[in-house]
């Protein structure tokens, strides 16, 4: 298994001449197709195998739309809760290795174990809390095969079974079957609780509910039927359906009888769960102001005499506030629009001037974005520094690259009357952003200056733009 | 926005109702306005603010985004809740949320303008101003989410015109974004005030009107910025 071959998805393709079977099977195995419908056909004659085999797959295989959206909708249920869960510990916890059976229960051996699949999962886990990226690619697939090669055992005890009566040896089908339907049913009933269980912990996406519903009816199927088969000992219809009828009877009063208690039960977990969660809400909120908004509360108080230090305080708070309350847990951190916000933040402690930042659009940090955040850091200082106001910045990302304007209502200056000496201007922001492909604009006058930068998307290539 | 409209000079006055749960704020906020500015009634919940803008039928109401009471449905509930009114008296968005929900959501509702609690006295002064004399008020911020919201490319001929902003209407929403009262958009462009307004009342229009998927995807998915 660990050396499973890179293949391409056995799906059924839309190249087809009947149900695009044998197309798929070709492109899978990477043989010709003629060769595989040749092969087919033949086999159509060998006692109707290959059209058994056809119709099989036709049945079994997806086609490459439906692969595309269950893989898709996959990571819902067996993925996440792998990542986010803690290892179930399990008992043994046996060496890391892809052996699907052996956390299976012994007694499951006989049947093909659904249950298993997650076992399987957990078990081929290192012991090692952490699991590596690595590991959890590792285990979706091994889940993947454990499946197909559950189903695989199963058939091949069928088949065996069927082999040995041919043979003549006798097999005792009478209790056998109802039995193997009895724990194939629990073992699909159960693993649907499994999944419930582990989805509802994690998220409740109701993505799979109806498959789930169907999976326990087809459980709860498999187990009345073994259950009556094995009771009834295979006698006549007759009693078969007394015996049907009278247990339906029992459940069903049985239900109705506790219905209420179960009702009742389950709102007060899900109360309860929901004040749970309510209650960690609270006290994270509350460690979070205490922290923060409180602690800056009191320095406020003690520093009222100085308006400078108590808008400065009140300023750097209410950035903070915001960045806590309005984050967006979806957006990835550490890209252009914050790296400005944070720049701006600093010149805001700094100086004290408020910087207002508005951003639209956002693009990851490279090398060249770096320049950009560092040329627009030093025209903040500046624009605090000589306009004294408030200092607007605008960040603008879009397919043609990245400007950045800041501007303030200072009493503006000339760039040619800026001392030669000086290097704040000229190097900071001008040079820098030509020496990697960008421009600076100043525009300034009695209302205020502005600062333009421009770092255009694609220019890294030409030669001297990366620094 | 530094200069009050110019009206206040005329001597006009402008009737507006507060709307705010905090009575601290408030009472800052009426002694920070200019005393052409007249408060005729204030409220702190949803249903208050709904009886008082019935009772005084101001001008200008001052809301805030955020309100108890009602459905839970803050500011917007007011507005849809004074429906009736809103020919008459034209709602100023105010708050502290930096929320792009939120704003997107009073603007849809049929506010005239969004500012932040932060600026000046003068400054609301002149926005209440605007608002009345039918324009748009928008701070930077809402003139980022606008641009967020319905891109930064013009619009081509083929696309519904409430879908996309033209180029001109671009230009005076990143002038906006970048910080620039209207007076300064207009000389940057060398157009009027006057056409600098109509431009941002288009588009509110379009943010009002637009049922562009991507907006309502935009203002979902943006819930926090």
């Known amino acids: ?467 | 926005m530094t200069t009050p409209a110019g009206a206040s000079a005329a001597g006009r006055t402008v009737r507006v109702v507060i709307v705010d749960d905090h009575a601290i704020f408030r009472s800052g906020l009426k002694a920070d306005l200019d005393p052409s500015v007249v408060v005729v009634g204030e409220a702190g919940t949803v249903e208050q603010a709904i009886e008082v803008i019935a009772a005084a039928r101001p001008d200008v109401v001052l809301l805030d985004v955020h309100l108890p009471g009602g459905r839970g449905g803050g500011g917007r509930e007011v507005i849809t809740g004074s429906a009736a009114l809103l020919g008459t008296t034209r709602f100023l968005a105010l708050s502290v949320s930096d929320a792009a929900e939120d704003v997107v959501a009073v603007i849809r509702a049929g506010a005239r303008g969004y500012v932040t609690k932060t600026i000046s006295g003068a400054e609301i002064t002149d926005a209440v101003f605007r608002v009345a004399g039918g324009d748009a008020v928008f701070s930077p911020r809402l003139a980022g989410f606008v641009l967020d919201a319905f891109g930064t490319a013009p619009a081509d001929i083929a696309d519904d015109e409430l879908d996309k902003l033209s180029a001109r209407e671009l230009e005076v929403m990143r002038l906006i974004a970048r910080g620039y009262s209207y007076k300064e958009v207009a000389k940057e462009l060398f157009i009027s005030i006057k056409t600098v307004e109509t431009h941002v009342s288009a588009v509110l229009r379009k943010l009002q009107l637009s049922s562009r998927h991507e907006l309502t995807k935009w203002a979902a998915e943006r819930r926090l910025l």
Request: hydrophobic fraction near 45%; glycine fraction near 12%.
């Open chain 1, 1 to 467: 298994m660990t050396t499973a071959p890179v293949r391409p998805p056995l799906v059924r393709s839309s190249d087809r001449l009947i149900a695009g079977v044998c197309s798929g099977l070709a492109v899978h195995l990477g043989w010709p197709v003629r060769m595989v419908r040749i092969g087919m056909v033949v086999a159509a004659f060998a006692g109707g195998a290959g059209l058994a085999f056809y119709a099989w797959l036709w049945i079994m295989v997806p086609t490459a739309d439906e692969n595309a959206k269950r893989n898709a909708r996959r990571p819902a249920s067996p993925i996440a809760p792998a990542v986010s869960l803690p290892p179930v510990s399990l008992q043994s916890g046996p060496p890391p290795g892809p052996v699907p059976f052996s956390g299976a229960d012994p007694s499951f051996s006989a049947v093909p174990p659904p249950s298993g699949e997650y076992d399987a999962g957990t078990v081929s886990q290192p012991p090692a809390p952490a699991a590596a990226p690595g590991s959890t690619w590792f285990r979706i697939r091994s889940m993947r095969y454990g499946k197909e090669i559950l189903l695989g055992a199963g058939l091949l005890l069928v088949a065996a079974i069927l082999i040995a009566r041919l043979l003549g040896v006798e097999v005792p089908l009478g209790t056998l079957i109802p039995a193997a339907a009895i724990l194939g049913g629990a073992a699909i009933a159960w693993m649907q609780l499994d999944e419930t269980r582990r989805a509802g912990l994690v998220d409740k996406t109701k993505a799979d509910q109806a498959g789930g519903w169907a999976r326990l009816a087809a459980g709860l199927a498999l187990v009345v039927a073994g259950v009556l088969v094995m009771v009834s000992g295979s006698g006549s219809w007759q009693q078969t359906w007394l015996a049907l009828l009278a247990s339906v009877a029992v459940l069903g009063g049985v239900a109705l009888v506790l219905l209420p208690w179960g009702l009742k039960f389950w709102r007060d977990l899900e109360t309860e769960r929901a004040g749970r969660v309510r209650a960690t809400e609270r006290a994270e909120i509350a460690a979070h102001l205490h922290d923060s908004v409180l602690q800056t509360l009191a320095l406020i108080q003690r520093r009222a005499g100085n308006e400078h230090d108590v808008v400065r305080l009140a300023r750097a708070q209410e950035r903070e506030l915001r960045g806590w309350l309005f984050k967006d847990p979806a957006r990835d951190a550490g890209q252009l629009s914050d790296r400005i916000k944070a720049a701006a933040a600093e010149v805001e402690d700094g100086l004290g001037n408020a910087v207002d930042v508005v951003t639209v659009g956002d693009t990851d940090m490279t090398e060249r974005h770096e320049a950009l955040v560092q040329a627009s850091r030093e025209a903040m200082l500046n624009a605090a520094r000589h306009g004294g106001g408030p200092v607007s910045v605008y960040l603008e990302v879009s397919d043609g690259g990245a400007e950045v304007f800041v501007k303030d209502r200072g009493p503006g200056f000339e760039l040619s009357a800026v001392p030669q000496d000086r290097l704040g201007v000229r190097e900071s922001i001008i040079g820098r952003m030509k020496r990697h492909g960008g421009n600076a604009a100043i525009n300034s006058g009695p209302d205020g200056t502005e600062v333009r930068l421009r770092l255009p998307a694609d220019v890294a290539d030409n030669g001297e733009g990366k620094s």
